[in-house]
Nanobody
Framework: QVQLVESEGGLVQPGGSLALSCAAS????????MGWYRQAPGNQRELVAT???????TYADSVKGRFTISRDNAKNAVYLQMNSLKPEDTAVYYC?????????WGQGTQVTVSS
């Protein structure tokens, strides 16, 4: 069973930065889209950012200019660099990747932005 393993999140002060990483436990033939979602208490899981195999990116309006998604196809990995963090960024963050048939999800990691 392929698993996506996420790095540990953490606690960061408002205005601070945090980087997340996610990598497949084994090779997945062809990964088309990769991305990050997040879910805060009382909210639906929302899309944060996506990146295609060719490097085209999209971002939620709430994180544009602050977050950067990137990927390493050779490592089957996706990354999220989060800058200028705000309390409203507090959530459990999930990475995901999609092949032709299957979607894979990370286990989720808690990111808390608080002073």
């Amino acid at each position: 069973q392929v698993q996506l393993v996420e790095s540990e999140g953490g606690l960061v002060q408002p205005g601070g930065s945090l980087a997340l990483s996610c990598a497949a436990s084994e090779s997945i033939a062809i990964i088309y889209d990769m991305g990050w979602y997040r879910q805060a208490p009382g909210n639906q899981r929302e899309l944060v950012a996506t990146i295609t195999r060719g490097g085209r990116t999209t971002y939620a309006d709430s994180v544009k200019g602050r977050f950067t998604i990137s990927r390493d196809n050779a490592k089957n990995a996706v990354y999220l660099q989060m800058n200028s963090l705000k309390p409203e960024d507090t959530a459990v963050y999930y990475c995901t990747c999609s092949t032709y048939i299957n979607d894979y999800w990370g286990q989720g990691t808690q990111v808390t932005v608080s002073s």
